[in-house]
């Protein structure tokens, strides 16, 4: 009969309440440009782009988060747009 495996190999030594109370004080250093409103109801919307339209999308969005150091989506980009664009 096998014996149980050995696993203190793979126990955590780490303390993990750094690491929390770090990603905390990254929230609340966060500095959001305009606020959207919190918990809108959300339906999807499929649209085909033309490709030149959609790397630039990709671009942008990568450009934004890597200026920022905050994640941005092509969704908040072409839902501000279309806010802009819509006068809302």
Known sequence: MKS???TDQFKNNKDL????????????NRVVEQPVVA???????????????INALKRETY???MATGLRVTEMELVEKALR?????
């Open 84 to 88: 802009i664009f819509l006068k809302m």
């Open 4 to 6: 149980k495996p050995n």
């Open 63 to 65: 450009e934004r988060s």
């Open 39 to 53: 918990r809108v109801h959300r339906e999807q919307k499929v649209f085909r782009l033309p490709l030149d339209l």
């Open 17 to 28: 309440t750094s690491f929390l109370e770090g990603g905390a004080a990254d929230a609340e």
